[in-house]
Each structure stands twice: as C-alpha cells, then as structure tokens.
C-alpha cells in the first residue's frame, strides 16, 4: 500500500506545477489581449461584478484549457477521461486539469501543509523511538540486580 502523504505530495506538487504554468500562459494572453488585463469598475473603483462577469468567465475558461494542455503534454495524451499514473495511483486526466486551474497559491498552501504533517509525522515517530530505548535501556540495567 503506497504512503498515502507521499503521493498526496506528489499530487500537490504536479498541481502546484501545472497551476504555475497555467498562470503564465494566462499572463501571456492578457498581455496579447489587454482587455482581458483590465478589471470593469464602477465610479468608486470598485470591481463591477455584473460589467466583469464575462471578463472572468473567459479568463476561467482559458486556464481549464491551459491547464488541460499542461497535464496533457506532461503525460503524452489528450484523452481527459484517460487514466494516468502518478505514483502509485491512477488519475482522471481531465480532473487533473481541472484541479491545476485552481491557482497555483492554493496548491503551494496544499504542499507545504503535506510537509508540515510529514514532518510532524518523522518527529512523533523519532519521540516514540527515543522513549522506546530510554524504557528499554531503564529495564535492561535493572534485571537481575540485587540491593
């Protein structure tokens, strides 16, 4: 059975990775398109939800294709509903490319939990370790003494 927080890592980090390229493909197109750059505001500067709707949807749009072309390339297929393998595991391509176009800040948060909790993980780990020699240390010196 695979380690489940080392392929949830592997997952993370490939998300994070495509989230990255996602987003700079992304830029490049607002850059070509500058419409897309800008937000619609109102007289108070604030964003106009209803004048910025289609905006954001096209914008959305571009990074699930962005993202399904990264996932694409990285596994040498362009089958969404096709099965690739990540460690252990097997993904749906077309569910990775939906994750990856969540933004790359989310899935560098989701990695950098993942090592928090291995890390907390080696530690309990070297503790229960330590206590172990330390009884069994305590028990060995005792046996067979007498006062």
């Known amino acids: 059975m695979p380690d489940a927080l080392s ?3 592997g997952l993370s980090t490939l998300l994070l990775a495509t989230s990255l390229a996602t987003e700079r493909l992304i830029a490049i197109v607002k850059t070509a398109v500058p ?3 800008t937000e619609n505001t109102t007289a108070e500067r604030e964003v106009d939800l209803n004048a ?22 990285v596994f040498d297929t362009w089958c969404p509903w096709k099965k690739v393998e990540l460690g252990e595991w097997s993904y749906y391509q077309g569910v ?3 994750l990856g176009s969540a933004g790359s800040a989310f899935w560098a948060g989701v990695v950098g ?4 909790v291995k890390d907390a993980k080696t530690v309990e780990v070297a503790n229960r370790r330590r206590r172990f020699r330390m009884s069994a240390g305590a028990n060995a010196n005792g046996v067979g003494l007498k006062a």
């Open 7 to 9: 392929e949830l890592e």
């Open 35 to 37: 419409w897309l750059a």
């Open 52 to 73: 910025d709707k289609q905006r954001r949807l096209i914008l959305q749009g571009l990074a699930v294709v962005a993202s399904y072309v990264t996932v694409s390339l």
């Open 96 to 98: 990775l490319a939906f």
């Open 113 to 116: 939990y993942v090592k928090e």
